[in-house]
Structure formats: structure tokens, C-alpha cells
């Protein structure tokens, strides 16, 4: 499989420019030079930073200067410590992953399509000179399957719009189901030799979300083990009401071990492959509600993986927000836990 060089081994920076407070306080202090140090030093090779439209234009499309300015800080911050990056629009006007954003309408509007497209040329405009260095991912988690064809459209216009200022830089595109390894057979053939197919794994889900406060069904209380059993996962999540959100696809009743990652990749290894493209997991991480033993197995079983199949990746997350690896909570852990990022 083509190789996705120079982003092979990353860390995201959730909670910055994304899922944080808009105020300066915050954007000018959750994330410092001394943070990108630090994870240069874990020897990574990128990180991924997800960005809210919201800091980058009004409400009605004007331009807001200091959120690009954040940008340009995130990659001057990185070229001073030897990282690429990768510049992921976590939220559009009109759309989010999350429900309780209250973005709607972007797959059925025409004039929010535009919004769309004007913003990811400015953000050609401005940051397509770093083309080495700096990777588009043009929108975050995808939700639903019925937005499939309109959003191979809606992607391949916005690519488009982005290679008259950016015709080199590397582009992120992931598929619906937020994201799913499995939707990337769905997704159009690559616009040109620079996309990149994207995916996020959180499996098993029970155990990489338990007792997630956001999740509607999910009981503070559960603590779930890893490894475990596909049967008995698939089992408790029915029990409490959770079980639409994943069913593992048959891939096997046995419990959770590298081979099971094998197994849930090796078709999108193959559609990468016949395709001619890389291969990329944005998104893979542990709640902070687990034991950090159990995380640490998890890690190494999914990165097992990733190596195997050549597969590239960006962990969940840096700090805080509920995944975060340089927190308190993963310290016993960390030492061991950086060596397989």
C-alpha cells in the first residue's frame, strides 16, 4: 500500500481550535510551544489539529483575521520542532458530527455547499504553500450513509476549489458512520494521486467509551475490561440500549486481540491498494474512564495493526478532553504507551 510519508506516526490536539471554548483565554493558552516539545519528543512525526469553523468567519461568512493567525502559530510551532501537520475542519456551518452542536442543513443546502467551498479556498489560499508539511483533512466525520453520493459530490467540488491554491498538498477524505472503516468502500475514486482515505476506530466501542457522560443510554457506572468478548460486548450493549452503534460486523466472536484489528483493516488495505492510495487513521483512542492498564493493551493490540498493515495514525487525544494521554490518569502508563505512537 502507498505509503502516506511524513504522517505516519501522530498525536491530535483536540480541544484547541475545536471542541473548546471560542474565548482568547483558551486559544491562547490550552495549547503552548513547551506542548508541541513535548510531543516531538515522543517521536511522532505529526500532529492533528482539529479546527471549528466558528474561529475562522461569522456567522455570515466574514473572515476572523485571529483564527487564521492560530493556524499560521500551529504550523510555525511545528516546523520549529520537526512536525508536520495536519489541518482537519472539524466543523462546518451547517454541519458537525455531534448533534448537540445544532449544524444542519449542509448536504441540502446549495448556499451552505458555497459557504463551505469559499472557506476551504481561503484556507488554500493561505496555508497551500506548505505543502510538504501541512495536509487538508476537508471535514470531520461524515454521520449518516444516506449522505453518501451527495457527499462524493459535495468533497470532490471542494477539492476541486482547493487545487487552484494547494495542487500538491496532501488531502484527507474520510467516508459516513463517522468516519467507518467501513464506508470507505463507498467513497469516490481518489480526485487525483494527493487524497488520502482516512478512518477512525474507537472498537470496541463499550470499552473505549464507558460510562461516556455525552452518550444518551451509556451508565456512568460501566466499567468494561479489555480484552473481552465480542459476544458478551454485543450482549451489554443491548442490554442498555446501545447497540445500533456498533455491531462489529461478524468479524469474529472470539476476544479482542491485534488479529481482530487485522481483520476490521485488511478490506480497506485492499481498497487502498487497488485504488492507489494511503491509508489513514485519524482518530483511535481510550476514555479516561478506563483502567490505564487495559488502555495500554489496547493500544499495543490496535497498533500491532497499524504496523503490519503500513496503516498511518494520529492518536486521541494529546490532553483533556476525556481521552487525554499526557493527563494524570495514563501516567503509570505513559512511558510505555509513547514508545508505540
Not at 500538491?168 to 487524497?195: C, F, H, R
Not at 468478548?229 to 455491531?247: A, F, H, P, V, W
Request: with cysteine.
Amino acid at each position: 500500500m502507498k505509503k502516506f510519508a511524513g504522517f505516519e506516526k501522530g498525536v491530535n490536539l483536540g480541544g484547541w481550535l475545536s471542541q473548546g471554548t471560542y474565548d482568547k483565554k483558551h486559544l491562547d493558552s490550552f495549547i503552548s510551544e513547551d506542548d508541541f516539545k513535548v510531543i516531538a519528543a515522543w517521536g511522532v512525526d505529526h500532529v492533528r489539529i482539529p479546527v471549528d469553523y466558528n474561529i475562522l468567519e461569522t456567522e455570515d461568512g466574514k473572515i476572523i483575521e485571529s483564527g487564521f493567525e492560530y493556524i499560521q502559530k500551529a504550523i510555525d510551532m511545528c516546523e520549529k520542532n520537526n512536525l508536520n501537520m495536519i489541518l482537519d475542519l472539524h466543523k462546518t456551518i451547517g454541519f458537525s458530527f455531534h448533534p448537540g452542536y445544532n449544524e444542519n442543513g449542509l448536504f441540502e443546502s446549495k448556499a451552505l455547499q458555497e459557504r463551505f467551498y469559499t472557506l476551504w479556498e481561503r484556507l488554500a489560499r493561505r496555508f497551500g504553500r506548505y505543502s510538504e508539511n501541512v495536509a487538508f483533512e476537508i471535514l470531520n466525520e461524515v454521520t449518516d450513509k444516506e449522505y453518501s453520493d451527495e457527499w462524493n459530490r459535495i468533497s470532490a467540488a471542494a477539492i476541486k476549489k482547493i487545487r487552484l491554491y494547494a495542487p500538491q498538498t496532501k488531502i484527507l477524505l474520510g467516508g459516513y458512520w463517522n468516519n467507518s472503516v467501513d464506508a470507505l468502500a463507498d467513497l469516490a475514486p481518489p480526485y487525483d494521486e494527493n487524497v488520502v482515505y482516512t478512518f477512525h476506530c474507537y472498537d470496541p466501542f463499550l470499552f473505549t467509551h464507558q460510562a461516556a457522560y455525552w452518550l444518551d443510554n451509556m451508565p456512568d457506572e460501566l466499567r468494561i475490561s479489555y480484552p473481552g468478548n465480542i459476544s458478551d460486548y454485543r450482549r451489554t450493549m443491548k442490554e442498555i440500549g446501545l447497540d445500533y452503534i456498533q455491531d462489529y460486523l461478524d468479524v469474529s466472536d472470539s476476544g479482542f486481540d491485534a488479529s481482530y484489528f487485522e481483520k476490521r483493516f485488511e478490506t480497506a488495505v485492499r481498497i487502498c491498494e487497488e485504488r492507489g492510495t494511503s491509508l489513514y487513521c485519524g482518530e483511535y483512542g481510550v476514555i479516561n474512564n478506563s483502567e490505564p492498564e487495559d488502555a495500554l493493551k489496547w493500544f499495543e493490540d490496535i497498533h500491532s495493526a497499524f504496523e503490519k498493515l503500513g496503516i498511518s495514525r494520529a492518536a486521541w487525544t494529546y490532553k483533556k478532553v476525556d481521552f487525554g494521554l499526557s493527563d494524570e490518569h495514563m501516567k503509570s502508563v505513559i512511558d510505555k504507551l509513547i514508545t508505540l505512537l
